[in-house]
């Protein structure tokens, strides 16, 4: 198995976490819950402790995955254009083509696969950065 620097894992899981704080919250977060048919109430209910947790782990195992394709010292330029297209090309193209079929809005595919496009690009930078 390839060497993965951890430090540059962890602060890109933690970036995506804090993007996705500012991009689901103050940024686009009435717009989404509306698109999604997510009430105040109903964002308010739940597990905070599951469902942040779980966004976290998901986040980590993204980000530890990302850094294995990008392999060991990958430089800042290739990775984050790598975490570009990673985000628009693969995650937010494949949410496309499931909402297409599902009928959502493209303002939720904008959103969504915005929010992965800038998330797979922190990821680059960071691994880029540290690793």
């Given amino acids: 198995m390839m060497e ?10 933690v970036s ?3 993007l996705g704080g500012l991009w689901y919250g103050p940024l686009f977060g009435k717009k989404w819950m509306a698109l999604v048919g997510l009430s105040e109430e109903q964002a308010r209910s739940g597990s905070p402790a599951m469902i942040f947790g779980g966004a976290f782990v998901l986040s980590l195992v993204a980000a530890f995955v990302f850094a294995m394709f990008l392999g060991p010292k990958p430089g800042i330029e290739f990775a984050t254009a790598a975490g570009f297209a990673a985000g628009l ?3 937010a193209a494949t949410f496309g083509i499931n909402y297409l079929f599902a009928r959502k809005p493209l303002a939720l595919w ?7 496009t800038l998330q797979f690009t922190l990821y680059g930078l960071l691994i880029g950065l540290i690793g």
């Fill in 89 to 91: 090309c693969w995650v």
């Fill in 4 to 13: 993965v620097n951890w430090i540059a894992v962890i602060a890109a899981a």
């Fill in 110 to 116: 904008l959103i969504d696969g915005g929010y992965a």
């Fill in 16 to 18: 995506a976490f804090v």
